[in-house]
């Protein structure tokens, strides 16, 4: 009896791992399965003319659905890590593209929050600030930049280099799962050629021109539910980098820099993202 009740552990323990082998091995076949799929939709695009392999709106949908219904041991870091790389990766084997860095205000930031969210496959470039990596993305064939959203007043006014219609555009916001206690914390812009479709405006940024600053410009901002994000002094006065709900219009955007500024204000869309899930 003795012998019984020593052995009834073990005999557990065995089961559980042999349930674990098959669980994991379910992984790696339903991986290979997306694999599959992928490679299908390859053909697919390419019968059709092709198309951008990067959609920012479904990632979001995407990683969205995921936090909700997570529940249980596994930490959420881990998760949203690993559907990260999962996304980003078969993105990659879709059409490769290198993600090219503003390293200027550090490289293990920059290189933990890249890594994070696109995982070791992705190339990783750096390059020495953001205009750098503007100019990288925009000579190239398809690839991605990140940019740090607070290096305004020491990178100057490098979303001016996105004005222009043909210029890179910015398609996301990360960490796109808000909270306090996340491991790739470093706020960042993601950078692309403009997207034809599939981009995510929940969220519009702009870069804003305009000769002086007013008090009351931040609050009238804010009432709009948007948020100044950088201002940097220039030549000619001063230039804003700000965010607004994708349901502001851009004259009503003008009005309030009028009432404020008692000027007109020079304003270019440079790009959107998805409104940021936020875990409490």
Excluded at 85 to 109: K, L, M, R
Excluded at 140 to 167: K, T, Y
Aim: negative net charge; glycine residues 8%; aromatic residues 6%.
């Amino acid at each position: 009896m003795t012998d019984i009740i020593e052995k009834a552990p073990e005999l557990d323990l065995a089961t559980l791992r042999v349930d674990i082998d098959r669980i994991d091995a379910d992984m790696h076949r339903l991986l290979m399965e997306r694999g599959e799929i992928i490679d299908t939709l390859i053909q697919v695009k390419a019968r059709q003319g092709g198309g951008s392999a990067f959609r920012p709106g479904r990632e979001a949908d995407m990683m969205r659905r995921l936090v909700q219904r997570h529940t249980g041991l596994l930490p959420l870091d881990t998760v949203e890590g690993i559907w990260r790389i999962i996304i980003s990766t078969f993105t990659y084997v879709q059409s490769s593209y290198n993600v090219h860095v503003d390293a200027s205000g550090g490289d293990a930031a920059m290189r933990d929050t890249t890594r994070f969210h696109f995982g070791f496959t992705v190339p990783y470039v750096p390059q020495v600030n953001a205009e750098a990596v503007i100019e990288a993305v925009g000579h190239s064939g398809g690839d991605l930049g990140i940019v740090r959203i607070d290096s305004g007043m020491a990178a100057g006014a490098w979303w001016l280099r996105l004005c222009e219609p043909s210029a890179p555009k910015i398609i996301a916001r990360l960490p796109f799962v808000d909270r306090t206690d996340h491991p790739a914390s470093l706020p960042v812009f993601i950078l692309s050629a403009p997207l034809a479709e599939a981009a995510a405006r929940d969220v519009i940024v702009y870069s804003v021109s305009i000769g002086r600053w007013r008090k009351s410009l931040a609050g009238k901002i804010e009432a709009l539910g948007g948020e100044i994000l950088g201002n940097v002094g220039t030549d000619n006065g001063l230039s804003i980098l700000i965010s607004a709900p994708g349901t502001v219009s851009i004259e009503r955007l003008s009005d309030v820099f009028m009432e404020s500024c008692t000027s007109s204000a020079r304003i270019h869309e440079i790009g959107s993202h998805a409104t940021r899930y936020q875990v409490r």
